[in-house]
């Protein structure tokens, strides 16, 4: 017996969407985690005995960007940016919405060529060999984690305006 496959679009995405935010999530906290454990112990170990962590500076710029990279698209998914209004004193619901519109396509188009020039350069840093000065991280790894997420972040921003924009009509 053939089954009838699903067209149930909008519940898969919002299923993918929500699956997605837990996972990048649960990485932000473990980051933020590994931050303070590592802040911790470098502090501990720098005045008790004398003897710092090697390559806590470097670990500790690149869970920064790590931490930041994962926060901007569940940032983006929630609509959490700051905005500035500068049509709301308009009386036209039809500018309004043609604004809101203009914003939206410019957000989405803004990620999709950051996303597009940090792949670019993590390719650079790649072929280059560039690595982390004392511990010799590769720094393209950084480059392709906010590639990734400006892309997931122009996805994000695209699924909330859609969102909006079905609420309001």
Same mark, same amino acid.
């Given at each position: 017996m053939l089954s009838q496959p699903h067209t149930n679009a909008p519940g898969r995405i919002a299923r993918i969407r929500r699956g997605a935010a837990f996972l990048l999530g649960l990485a932000c906290l473990l980051v933020l985690a590994a931050l303070i454990g590592l802040t911790c112990v470098d502090?501990?170990?720098? !005045?008790?005995?004398?003897?710092?962590?090697? +390559?806590a500076y470097e670990l500790t710029e690149i869970l920064l960007a790590t931490l930041i990279f994962l926060a901007l698209p569940l940032t983006t998914a929630a609509g959490e940016h700051i905005e500035v209004e500068l049509l709301d004193g308009m009386k036209s619901s039809i500018l309004k919405r043609l604004g809101t519109m203009a914003a939206a396509i410019c957000t989405i188009g803004v990620f999709a060529v950051i996303a597009l020039e940090m792949a670019d350069h993590a390719g650079k840093l790649a072929r280059r060999g560039r690595v982390t000065d004392?511990?010799?991280?590769? =720094?393209? =790894?950084? +480059?392709?984690? +906010?590639?990734?997420?400006?892309? =997931?972040?122009?996805?994000?921003? =695209? !699924?909330f305006f859609t969102k909006r924009f079905r609420e309001k009509a």
């Amino acid at each position: 017996m053939l089954s009838q496959p699903h067209t149930n679009a909008p519940g898969r995405i919002a299923r993918i969407r929500r699956g997605a935010a837990f996972l990048l999530g649960l990485a932000c906290l473990l980051v933020l985690a590994a931050l303070i454990g590592l802040t911790c112990v470098d502090v501990i170990a720098r !005045y008790a005995f004398n003897s710092p962590v090697t +390559g806590a500076y470097e670990l500790t710029e690149i869970l920064l960007a790590t931490l930041i990279f994962l926060a901007l698209p569940l940032t983006t998914a929630a609509g959490e940016h700051i905005e500035v209004e500068l049509l709301d004193g308009m009386k036209s619901s039809i500018l309004k919405r043609l604004g809101t519109m203009a914003a939206a396509i410019c957000t989405i188009g803004v990620f999709a060529v950051i996303a597009l020039e940090m792949a670019d350069h993590a390719g650079k840093l790649a072929r280059r060999g560039r690595v982390t000065d004392s511990l010799e991280i590769p =720094l393209s =790894l950084v +480059g392709w984690l +906010g590639a990734v997420s400006f892309g =997931l972040s122009a996805l994000a921003a =695209l !699924y909330f305006f859609t969102k909006r924009f079905r609420e309001k009509a």
